[in-house]
């Protein structure tokens, strides 16, 4: 598995190799000792899939005292995948970075703790799976609203159109306003 830090280098895009003939492809897309090699030393007691539409954005959404780690991937269609820093003492607090994640580029994104999480499905439809490195506790999850300006995403709106919401993902708040995680 090629590993690549990004912009903020604790957050990582992970390419598996992947193995294809006429009937079809093999990959891993998890190993803990590549894993931590690349990554640290992170267990992780949860699995999620989600299904969405295009134009549905999720996020920006963090845990405060329960901070998870996020290892992101695409099983179907493509999203556009970003992690915003909220480790307070860090040189790059409110910064974010993005990457587009597909069934067919089969890259996945380590979103580590401390840090906010959301994507934007690009496609007719995306599936998106997720191990976390803690439990999902809906009491301490809070959400930074999508288009906060001092964080300034550059999501690639599709049509230029305004992104679908849940009602929570409406209800958030800006990174001012909002608590750093604690770990």
């Known amino acids: 598995m090629q590993a690549q830090p990004l912009a903020i280098p604790e957050v990582v895009l992970l390419t598996p190799k992947v193995f294809g003939d006429e009937r079809g492809f093999f990959m891993e897309t998890f190993r803990q000792n590549e894993f931590e090699k690349h990554c640290g030393h992170y267990t992780f007691v949860q699995d999620n899939h989600s299904k969405s539409r295009r134009g549905i954005l999720r996020g920006l959404h963090y845990q405060v005292t329960q901070p998870q780690g996020k290892l992101v991937r695409v099983t179907q269609g493509e999203v556009f995948d970003v992690a915003v820093d909220l480790r307070e003492n860090s040189p790059t607090f409110g910064q974010w970075v993005g990457v587009s994640l597909s069934a067919e580029n089969k890259q996945i ?75």
């Open 109 to 183: 994104l380590w979103v580590p703790p401390g840090f906010a999480h959301g994507f934007y499905v690009t496609s007719e439809e995306a599936e998106f799976q997720y191990k976390c490195t803690d439990y999902y506790a809906p009491e301490d999850e809070c959400s930074i609203i999508w288009n906060d300006p001092t964080i300034a995403i550059d999501w690639p709106l599709v049509n230029g159109q305004l992104p679908r919401l849940s009602a929570k993902d409406e209800q958030g708040q800006a990174l001012e306003w909002c608590d750093a995680p604690k770990f």
